[in-house]
């Protein structure tokens, strides 16, 4: 009998989070995101780690 209420908490706790997400996010403007090819080209980061100094 628990696996149902817990199954069904879930989806609901999962569902809330998304209208929430969905309601207070400011939209996703697809023209200035960079093509998927892109990925990785930018700019390299700085300090942190010993590997992006080279």
Same mark, same amino acid.
């Given at each position: 009998?628990?696996?149902? %209420?817990?199954?069904?908490?879930?989806? @609901?706790? +999962?569902?809330?989070?998304? $209208?929430?997400?969905?309601?207070?996010? &400011?939209?996703?403007? %697809?023209?200035?995101?960079?093509?998927? @090819?892109? +990925?990785?080209?930018?700019? $390299?980061?700085?300090?942190?780690?010993? &590997?992006?100094?080279?």
């Amino acid at each position: 009998m628990k696996q149902p %209420l817990l199954t069904t908490l879930f989806w @609901i706790t +999962l569902v809330a989070f998304f $209208a929430w997400d969905w309601a207070y996010s &400011a939209p996703v403007d %697809l023209r200035s995101e960079p093509p998927i @090819i892109a +990925l990785g080209s930018g700019q $390299a980061p700085t300090g942190g780690h010993c &590997a992006s100094t080279f």
